[in-house]
């Protein structure tokens, strides 16, 4: 059920000059992986403008937390930067339809920047669960590859998970480099999930379609 919160940041690490993972103070929440909050933020006249970021932690493992890029001159991006432990924030949530298709069996997420938090919940919570995973992660740099170690960890060499990172910008070793529509399988039995921005869900959404993947296996949130 959507509910409406009052929370704070009570935790934040930094992962890059704009990039944190914030942990908020809410004690518990009854969500699916690959749900967001939305928070009620307020301009400078007072009008409410929300915002919308997706849970980043497994359902199932406390504590609630995001993972967020602070753009600079951002509404969003400002107020979190500059929020104290005290800072109180107005969310609605959970929401969203963006989410694991249990039923299933093979799952390809597909990922760039902060579009890997809902993908991150998604797998955090449905690893090793008999389910076939694998993971296109693509960033322009390697910094923008979060968690990039603990994904590599996770890929044994089997089918459980098999982890594909990928650099637009930067050459290095062990990483691809191009895009990550270059490195999708296609398989009419796969379930796809897809976020990151608005030209790279519809590339790739186009890029599948063109490869006669079935449209109810295809599933994507834009941010
Ligand atoms: C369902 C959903 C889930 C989302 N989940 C996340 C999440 O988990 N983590 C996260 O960091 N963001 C997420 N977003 C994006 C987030 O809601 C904001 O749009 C983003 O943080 C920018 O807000 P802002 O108020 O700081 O910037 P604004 O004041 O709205 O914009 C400032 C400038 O940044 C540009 N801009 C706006 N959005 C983006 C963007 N996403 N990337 C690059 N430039 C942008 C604008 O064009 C403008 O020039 C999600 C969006 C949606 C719809």
């Known amino acids: 059920m959507v509910q409406r919160i009052t929370t704070r940041i009570s935790d934040r690490k930094q992962l890059t000059k704009d990039s944190f993972v914030f942990t908020l103070d809410i004690p518990s929440l009854d969500f699916q992986a690959g749900q967001f909050l939305t928070f009620i933020l307020k301009d400078e006249e007072g009008k409410p403008k929300p915002r919308s970021y997706s849970l980043f932690n497994a359902p199932s493992r406390l504590p609630i937390q995001l993972l967020v890029e602070c753009i600079p001159g951002g509404l969003a991006g400002e107020q979190f930067r500059r929020s104290t432990p005290q800072t109180e924030f107005s969310v609605m949530g959970p929401l969203g339809k963006f989410i694991f298709q249990k039923e299933k069996r093979k799952h390809i997420f597909i990922a760039t920047n902060t579009g890997i938090?809902?993908?991150?919940?998604?797998?955090?919570?449905?690893?090793?669960?008999?389910?076939?995973?694998?993971?296109?992660?693509?960033?322009?740099?390697?910094?923008?590859?979060?968690?990039?170690?603990?994904?590599?960890?996770?890929?044994?060499?089997?089918?459980?998970?098999?982890?594909?990172?990928?650099?637009?910008?930067?050459?290095?070793?062990?990483?691809?480099?191009?895009?990550?529509?270059?490195?999708?399988?296609?398989?009419?039995?796969?379930?796809?999930?897809?976020?990151?921005?608005?030209?790279?869900?519809?590339?790739?959404?186009?890029?599948?379609?063109?490869k006669d993947i079935p449209k109810e296996h295809i599933h994507y949130e834009v941010f």
Do not use: N, W
């Not at 796969?190 to 599948?208: E, F, N, P, R, W």
């Open 117 to 210: 938090a809902p993908i991150h919940s998604m797998i955090a919570e449905h690893l090793d669960k008999g389910f076939e995973m694998t993971l296109i992660f693509g960033a322009r740099l390697k910094e923008g590859l979060y968690f990039h170690e603990e994904f590599s960890a996770l890929d044994k060499g089997d089918e459980t998970f098999v982890y594909k990172p990928t650099l637009s910008r930067e050459e290095k070793e062990g990483i691809a480099k191009g895009y990550v529509q270059k490195l999708i399988d296609f398989d009419k039995e796969a379930q796809y999930y897809i976020c990151g921005s608005d030209a790279m869900v519809k590339d790739t959404v186009s890029v599948l379609q063109g």
